[in-house]
């Protein structure tokens, strides 16, 4: 007998205490396994990365290591267990085309202004001192992240900030929160809402909370438009992706393209042009499911 859909006709508590469960050992056990690797493979002291001192390139990147497989303890495999366990659909199909796919690169390319006018507001606004800490311990954290002198330091980073963590913010917040409050509320809508907000609350960085619930919406309304939880998952990565890759200092004069600052009409240029993308896609997805 196998494991897969034992927990299928359990209670929505249940399988939430599951998944926590699930969670929590994987966290666990993927941050020992980081710590084993780093002990055993590398020179790096344990007590740098706890304490995050980057002194030297060994440093910064076995932080970056022990970032990436946090992230697939939190994120990935505890996910993908649950829904094997519970034989959950995160719909992990290409339920899209060629086109659809272009109009979304082409959304996440155009909604850049329109962010970043949005991040520029929400900097402007007060935030408490401990607020504050944490926007200054991620910047720091980021600032050292996106140090790159060789491609190999391009694609680890690549993998390390934008293809797992797409991948598995997807899965949980998309895959398995936006689902599962849709079931709960009936109203997909608001699932939407409350899923982009934790999505932006989790990152802990309060001067970019809006900005990252805008973009929380448009993957939310990818899924939900395309029945596909890849859309939102390429999307998220390519986002991801042109940051990481414009950091790199043969690449930084393109750099120009995700900067954070924009005025009112370039904002609004961003936001009537997305906004027409959108319809098409709408419409494109509709021709297809017809």
Known sequence: MGFKGIFKDKSSGTKVGLLFLLIVVSVILHNLLARFCIITFSDVELVAVDFMKF??????????????????????????????LCDFNLKLNFNFNRQTLLLAIAIMLLINPFIAFIYEWNMSLNFPEWMMYYDKKAENITKYFLRMNTVGDLAFNLLVLAIVPAIGEELLFRGYLQQTFTKWIGKPHVAIIITAVLFSAIHMQFQGFLPR?????????????????????????????????FAYPTLSDYAYLTENTATWQQAFFSFMAVGLLIILLQKNLSIKKG
């Open 55 to 84: 002194t030297n390139q060994s440093r910064i990147d076995a932080v970056k290591f022990v970032q990436l497989l946090s992230s697939i303890g939190l994120f990935v495999v505890p996910v993908l267990l649950y829904a094997y």
């Open 213 to 245: 619930f805008a973009l929380g919406l448009l993957l939310g309304y990818f899924f939900y438009w395309s029945g596909s939880l890849w859309l939102p998952v390429l999307a998220h990565l390519l986002n991801n992706a042109m940051a990481v890759t």
